[in-house]
């Protein structure tokens, strides 16, 4: 699975469970006066450019206030200076980004949005305190991160000295006191010494530093380590009477580990001694919260699958015992929050849809209607009935703002992104068809408005993962293309999310034709419904979307007019032996066993094997820094191609991981996209 932090995904969200939010209101507090920061300038031409993709603002980590009258969230910004001059100072095209906090009133009546941090340093994970006076996030300060606290009646943010650690996620306290938090074991002199004398040598794939909770008081002094033993611990969350953390811990902090070999277990806040061993079997765990009194501790596991989470399991303490909340259904989770009423809002991924549920300790669950949006759930309150989220629709951008619990509808508080309301945007839909073998199969139409009566040039985009999902939710990606002349297809195929586990488990050892059999009969439908025109087809994809634009290159012939490859494996062996998380128990999901053992099943799935076949024009991307699909991949899809005779061009970036982050890269790598396409159209 090569999972993609997500360039295409689009949205790039937190959903920490609640914890240790005390009830109660706490008196209302003026808001402070600080900057409002300038919004991204509108422009007359309505066709998003490659600029403007990368210069979107994405919205992350919201979070409500304890009394329900305001979110606080963080907004990723990328800002270009045109003045920019090459130089070595500057690596980066003349953009710069910046991630900082900002809060506003769940009441417009009560004030605009307001950003509360500026300058060059990021800010993230913002936490209110219990009683709503504070909010403390994690900023670097000379060159370390570090925990902020700010007043929210007025004042500059007060900087907690963690000594050596460098702290990461983090957790208030119930009564507002102390702050736990996550950071690296700090290497001793010794280990020090030890790696000078040996020249910085060290045991590939052997050495990983641990983080460990760490306690400190809000009026200063060293930290204090509470755990008992060397594992990793991934997550923590305090419980409500402030006696016991729960950790999500893995081995090591190796990635293959750390993403999904999780156990669960309690301990005590004081001397990190274990109090209940809640899930002793290592497998992917997330979203662990805390029910309000304290009683009972819920998380979602995947069951019998290898990243689809579909079982939402209730701990009590009492008893000791686990049950599981979603016997007998067939979800896809996504994230959960306890409400007040001592019941769990469950998001699930519902085909291209958000649905949600709400389960109580006992009874049937119930459907929460909420609108057309596609939500990210943050967290919500005890008294006010209101979840702070991420709204999207399929033609408005992500914003921030809170679910009403007791209405049933969004309300969205700042538009991030106001820009966007100028763009010329595509129609959206939901298109269904049937597969190969007789199964529906649906995916989400861009229509471009330059072919609104009648066929046109048409893109293939398949998600990542493959353990994803394309939902109705904005896609800038799909309207970019869609405003050039391109309708999109984004289809769901066989082994994504939203379907069911029979869907998602289907693509075992079948890797490549499973993907083909389902998604161009998707093609001829919209050939035959007058939608594309069968002379003008094209394709490209991100990670897995990538690797499925390498193998349908080999098995289509000249049915696509060019391709463009990115960051996707195009060796499986290669990708195996070379990837950061995908090995070991994936290889057995996914290919049914391990190169060594089943090499028929990794040749039969391999686009590397089927590139003697390629014919069409194809643009290769990748990025250097890539530890989830290996660079060398891209060299070898590069080699085959040219040896096959294909016209080819390979564009490498610099510094960029498996989704690119710096935005001069983006804006050239959806401008060589495009162009790519353009110079094989008729």
Known sequence: MWRLLLLLALVACNRPGRSGVASGAPEAQPWPE?????VPALRTDTRPLPRDVAAMRRVSQVRMAPDGKAIAYIVRAPSFDPDAKPSDDDPKGGWTVSSQLWLAPTDPREGAPRQLTVGDASASSPRFSPDGRHLAFLRSTKGKRRLHVLPLGGGEPRVLDTGEHTPGSFAWSPDGTRLAFLAKVPET???????????????????WRSSQPMVLTLEGGEPVHVHQGDDHVVQLAWSPDGASFALLTAESSNPYEAWMQHRLRIVSASDGSTQHEVETEPGSIQHMAWSPDGKHLAYERAHETLSLHNQLRLFTLATGQT????????LSLDGFVWTGDAALLVSTQAKTRTELLRFRLSGAPSVLAHGDEVLALGTTDDRFGRVAVIASTATRASAPGFLDLRRGRVETLHAINPQVDEWSLAEVSVVSWDNVGGEPIEGVLYRSPHHADGPGPLMVLPHGGPDSVTQERFSSWGHFFAARGYS???PNYRGGFGYGRAFYAANRGRLGDIELEDIEPGVDHLIEAGIADAEQLYYGGWSWGGYLSAWTLGHTGTRYRAFVVGAGVNDNVLGYVTSDINHGIVADWEYLGRPWREPESYARSNPARFLQNAQQPTLVIHGEADDRVSFVNWQLLYRALRDAGCEVDFWAYPREPHGFREPAHVEHMLTQWAAWYDGHRE
């Not at 600080?34 to 300038?38: G, I, K, N, P």
């Open 34 to 38: 600080l900057a409002v920061a300038e």
């Open 189 to 207: 002199d010794e280990a020090k010494e030890a790696r000078f004398r040996r020249g910085g040598a060290y045991r590939w794939d052997q050495e």
């Open 323 to 330: 049950r599981e909340l979603t016997e007998g259904m067939d």
């Open 488 to 490: 999109v297809l984004r």
